[in-house]
């Protein structure tokens, strides 16, 4: 029977789309080493127009001129038209680049979804407001526990607070009135008044009363005067 009939070939896959446009961008390759050998043959032939004088000769140049610049406008038609066509097998790449972005993440988008839920029915709003109170009822036991502690034991519990104020209070004027709010153990050591530590009076040169000096003659200051020795003769 397969004699007969044959075997049926399987079919070639389609091309994708990365294929046609690398076959396209081949084929543009190719129409542009064409451009590049039509121009510089047009180079040529205008160096032999220039160096031609004008006649049958240079006519001649021209009208071959004439035929490879015809060619090189067919050629560019081409590499424009496989330009434009690369350019359309880009865009409906991208569009379907983008539309299996959209697939993979809707698709990771259901996964995580699916997942949350299970987790949410794991997790109740009730239990975290039980947890949050009971973690606020332990944190006010501890301040508890710890003012205890710090509790002092010397100091009464039945203190006045406005017999303490007062206390403070008077303390303060006894304090400004010895040195306008400084103490007098923190004042600046000054100097002592000669008149107010009360010493006598140096001696001076004016007579002193009668009562007060006696017949032994005095000097200048006031001390007495030692005595001359006398020279007998």
């Not at 004042?187 to 009076?201: A, G, H, M």
């Not at 009562?211 to 005595?227: I, T």
């Amino acid at each position: 029977m397969n004699r007969i009939f044959g075997v049926k070939k399987d079919k070639e896959p389609p091309p994708s789309l990365n294929d046609a446009s690398d076959r396209i961008n081949k084929r543009g390759e190719t129409v542009d080493e064409k451009i590049k050998r039509l121009d510089a043959e047009l180079a040529r032939y205008k160096e032999q127009i220039k160096k031609t004088r004008p006649g049958p000769a240079q006519e001649a140049v021209k009208a071959r001129a004439m035929r490879v610049l015809k060619q090189k406008r067919m050629y560019e038609g081409q590499r424009d038209m496989l330009y434009n066509q690369t350019f359309n097998l880009d865009q409906v790449a991208f569009a379907s680049e983008g539309i299996k972005d959209a697939q993979q993440t809707m698709s990771a988008l259901k996964s995580a979804n699916k997942e949350l839920k299970g987790m949410m029915k794991t997790v109740k709003i009730q239990d975290i407001d039980s947890l949050q109170d009971e973690m606020m009822d332990m944190m006010d036991i501890s301040n508890e526990i710890q003012e205890s502690l710090g509790r002092s034991y010397s100091v009464p519990d039945d203190i006045d607070e406005d017999e303490l104020l007062g206390e403070l209070d008077a303390l303060e004027a006894d304090m400004g009135q010895e040195g306008e709010g400084v103490p007098s153990y923190l004042q600046s050591d000054k100097e002592p008044d000669l008149n107010e530590l009360n010493l006598p009076s140096a001696p001076s040169g004016h007579a002193m009363p009668d009562d007060r000096v006696n017949s032994q003659p005095v000097d200048e200051l006031g001390f007495p005067a030692a005595p001359h020795a006398s020279l007998r003769t």
